[in-house]
């Protein structure tokens, strides 16, 4: 059974740092791309970072500059550094893992519970 399992999440004033963590088992996690989305109230679900299985990042524009995605195989576990954080960034924060059978973020990942981040201005 698949687990991801998010943390480091909470309330930070603007330009403040918070970093996420997400803790996965039940998977081959060298061989899987794993992901950072986020969703705001009223708003569709996006993809923050991703990082594929030979550590290859991509970012929103939103977050370039100011987020960093990393991952580290031994621990099976993926983290967010988000700096310079801007009211805009608030949202659930999910952890996710590339699908059964799938090694890129699609449309069958695996999720997270989320973690709430609230930046005030």
């Known amino acids: 059974q698949v687990q991801l399992v998010e943390s480091g999440g909470g309330l930070v004033q603007a330009e403040g740092s918070l970093r996420l963590s997400c803790a996965a088992s039940?998977?081959?996690?060298?061989?899987?791309?794993m992901g950072w989305y986020r969703q705001a109230p009223g708003k569709q679900r996006e993809l923050v970072a991703s990082?594929?299985?030979?550590?290859?990042?991509n970012y929103a524009d939103s977050v370039t500059g100011r987020f960093t995605i990393s991952r580290d195989n031994s621990k099976t576990a993926v983290y967010l550094q988000m700096n310079n954080l801007k009211p805009g960034d608030t949202a659930v924060y999910y952890c996710?893992?590339?699908?059964?059978?799938?090694?890129?973020?699609?449309?069958?990942?695996?999720w997270g519970q989320g973690t709430q981040v609230t930046v005030s201005s």
């Open positions: 039940g998977l081959v996690f060298r061989l899987k791309a």
């Open positions: 990082i594929a299985k030979d550590g290859n990042t």
């Open positions: 996710a893992a590339a699908g059964p059978g799938s090694v890129d973020l699609g449309v069958r990942n695996y």
